[in-house]
């Protein structure tokens, strides 16, 4: 157990998306909970934090747990926006981040283009070389690092990368680099790819470390302004960030683990609904996260997150770190719809975002959105609208419909807006396919779990689509993120190549390098001086036949490595998986994994039960008409403050809270369970 720093139960979470910044403050001692939602201030995010934290009427210093989810790391990546680095490698691979893996941005012809993460004119070459068993065949020519450092001093360079070849098997002559570097270099921006990734595969170690480099200033600028700018209105303890594996970390250890924050708000959603699936009875579940700009797919099997060992943010720009498989698409509430070169009708992925936003958020828009389509089908009500004083103005909506996208259709503005919602409906499903079924999971072993601001808008003409059976809408869709944040423990994970066959393996070789893992592991722990329960260590070996490139992942024990039974665990796992034994290949331990844990005192998802002492009758609040399948159904409006436990319902009907609106098409029959998750069976009454 870490120093008890803090005794308190007040933890907030916080998650800053690109529309709304979303907050969730729990008091585990009292079991009061309290909600915020504010817009996004994209101008300067910090400003948006605070003034959630005001909202949720708590003062700074009474809190105890501070967690963020960011998105600064991953927006500065796509949009490349990050900081200028510069490259130092091996002689002869100036150009291996650029060269990649030989792919090309579009499957078909010779167009597109592909911008390295460092422009060539800021790598440099440095003379040295190790074989690949890490073996020195010319030793590092120092003086020379020393000259290559002064001429990129001369530039507006921010951050250093040093990546050398196979230092993933012998570090030392990036280390000694890296302390060159940093003896002359006037600022903490350099990083060695073997401190980030200690694994094979030059190119995707080269962008992970370019990722770093390029995201350490952005992201630790913004981690201590927001502590500093807390620090002032009395918070005394240290912001906490998400990662990308579903943990968190102290804000200290920000610069040296900065890569290690991509995509750490999706990761977050993914965690509570991992905790809240297992609290409901449904281990096995497809999420999906529908903000404003974005939907962000993932798989939860038997109650855990699938973790993947490498994501492609983008075209060319793998990232190579143990985070949560989440595959995302720009297809979000504030996603704009258009006509394409070919006449036909897409939506996405550019978007309206916070500002202007949708027409009918009233803040300037005038490009028709998703949002739009489902104010102007009577799906959203225009009479109240988050984030806006006014209601939505259904005739600008139309308008825009028939002017920019009906004329060129055919279509009334009603019919366009239908057809908006099934291209997006179409295009969410597609990315759940790619998660699920091209992985060899089959949909209709799943329920899908809906959540962000528009997640379950479109959640039963999704699983419909799809063959999902049932749909699980969490208590606060829109704040599920937040409530990861509030969720996670504190984790570090470590990955080693061994990249050996299991006949030149000894036991004793695996066993010290994932002691020495846990031993760093537990080491951050204490440096971040954070209180938890207690300690977990996990350890997984990645393993493959010689010839293959693709591993399979085994869990194992420490402290004698036993090789007879991974290598039956192997041959199980195969065999499981393809139907297929291989007993004449060769057997070849490729990665050595550990996670290491410091476990929080968990917090009771019962805490989130329905309160309401009311009958559905007292929580029917009117009805309106919505538009379904080609024509128009009198739905009931319910609000979900005041949906009892146990109450069951049919469809059509539309459920409204400040964060989100559950919309449930006709034929589907729906209950709250007892922790105030509303439960869908999708073909009850079809």
């Given at each position: 157990m870490q120093k008890d720093n803090q005794s308190g139960t007040i933890n907030v979470g916080v998650d800053v998306g690109g529309t709304f910044t979303d907050f969730l403050m729990v008091d585990t001692t009292t079991g009061e909970f309290r909600t915020a939602k504010v817009p996004t201030t994209v101008?300067?995010?910090?400003?948006?934090?605070?003034?959630?934290?005001e909202e949720l009427k708590v003062g700074p210093e009474e809190i105890d747990w501070l967690v963020h989810g960011t998105t600064a790391g991953t927006n500065a990546v796509l949009e490349r926006k990050g900081a200028r680095c510069a490259l130092i490698t091996t002689r002869g691979f100036r150009?291996?981040?650029?060269?990649?893996r030989r792919t090309r941005p579009y499957a078909y012809g010779l167009s597109g283009t592909f911008e390295a993460l460092i422009e060539r004119n800021d790598r440099y070459e440095v003379t040295e070389r190790l074989d690949a068993k890490g073996r020195v065949l010319i030793d590092l020519d120092e003086d020379e690092v020393r000259e290559t450092v002064r001429q990129i001093m001369e530039t507006d360079v921010e951050s250093v990368v040093i990546h050398l070849l196979h230092s993933y098997v012998n570090p030392e002559h990036e280390k000694r680099c890296a302390e060159i570097v940093r003896e002359l270099w006037p600022n903490g921006n350099v990083v060695a790819g073997s401190e980030?990734?200690?694994?094979?595969?030059?190119?995707e170690r080269g962008t992970t470390a370019a990722i770093h480099?390029?995201?350490?200033?952005?992201?630790?600028?913004?981690?201590?302004?927001?502590?500093?700018?807390l620090e002032d209105e009395g918070f005394k303890n240290e912001l906490l960030v998400m990662q990308a594996n579903g943990g968190m970390m102290s804000s200290s250890l920000v610069g040296e683990h900065a890569a290690h924050t991509v995509m750490s708000g999706p990761a977050a959603g993914v965690l509570a609904a991992a905790e809240i699936a297992k609290a409901s009875g449904f281990p096995n579940v497809i999420t999906g996260d529908m903000g404003g700009t974005s939907y962000d797919v993932a798989l939860i099997v038997d109650g855990e997150p699938v973790i993947a060992a490498e994501k492609d943010l983008a075209y060319g720009v793998p990232i190579r770190i143990p985070m949560i498989d989440i595959h995302t698409i720009g297809a979000g509430g504030g996603s704009i719809a258009h006509i394409d070169k070919a006449g036909m009708l897409r939506v996405g992925p550019e978007s309206a975002g916070s500002f202007p936003g949708p027409i009918g958020y009233g803040r300037g828009g005038e490009l028709p959105t998703i949002t739009d389509a489902n104010f102007l089908l009577g799906r959203i009500?225009?009479?109240?609208?988050?984030?806006?004083?006014?209601?939505a103005p259904l005739e600008k909506i139309a308008t825009a419909m028939e002017e920019q996208l009906g004329k060129t259709l055919n279509m009334s503005a009603q019919e366009v807006a239908a057809a908006i919602v099934d291209v997006a409906v179409n295009e969410l499903a597609g990315a759940i396919r790619l998660i699920s079924i091209e992985k060899g999971n089959d949909p209709r072993d799943f329920s899908l779990m809906p959540y962000g601001g528009a997640g379950p808008l479109h959640a039963v003409?999704?699983?419909?689509?799809?063959?999902?059976?049932?749909v699980v809408a969490p208590r606060f869709p829109g704040l599920t993120s937040a409530l990861g944040c509030v969720l996670a423990d504190v984790?570090?994970?470590?990955?080693?190549?061994?990249?050996?066959?299991?006949?030149d393996l000894s036991g004793e070789e695996v066993d010290a390098v994932m002691a020495a893992q846990a031993e760093e592991g537990r080491d951050l722990l204490v440096r971040e001086n954070v209180s938890t329960e207690t300690t977990e260590v996990r350890h997984e070996v990645d393993l493959l036949y010689r010839g293959q490139s693709h591993v399979l992942r085994i869990p194992v024990k420490s402290g004698n490595f036993d090789i007879e039974g991974v290598l039956a665990d192997l041959t199980k796992a195969y065999i499981d998986r393809?139907?297929?034994s291989l007993p004449e290949m060769v057997p070849v331990l490729v990665n050595i994994r550990t996670t290491v844990i410091g476990a929080r005192k968990p917090i009771d998802m019962s805490l989130f039960k329905p309160g309401a002492d009311t009958t559905l009758e007292q929580a029917q609040v009117g009805t309106r008409q919505a538009y379904f399948d080609g024509q128009w159904h009198e739905t009931v409006i319910y609000n979900r403050e005041a949906l009892p436990a146990g109450a069951e319902f049919d469809g059509p009907a539309i459920i409204e809270q400040f964060d989100s609106t559950f919309v449930i098409d006709p034929g589907a029959r729906a209950w709250v369970d007892e922790i105030g998750n509303i439960v869908v069976d999708v073909q009850a009454t079809a």
């Open positions: 101008d300067d995010r910090a400003r948006g934090f605070l003034e959630g934290i150009d291996i981040l650029e060269l990649g980030i990734v200690r694994e094979m595969r030059e190119f480099a390029s995201i350490r200033p952005i992201v630790t600028r913004y981690i201590e302004r927001v502590q500093a700018a009500n225009a009479e109240s609208v988050t984030g806006s004083e006014g209601k003409a999704i699983a419909r689509e799809l063959g999902i059976p049932s984790r570090h994970d470590f990955v080693q190549t061994v990249n050996k066959p299991f006949t393809f139907n297929l």
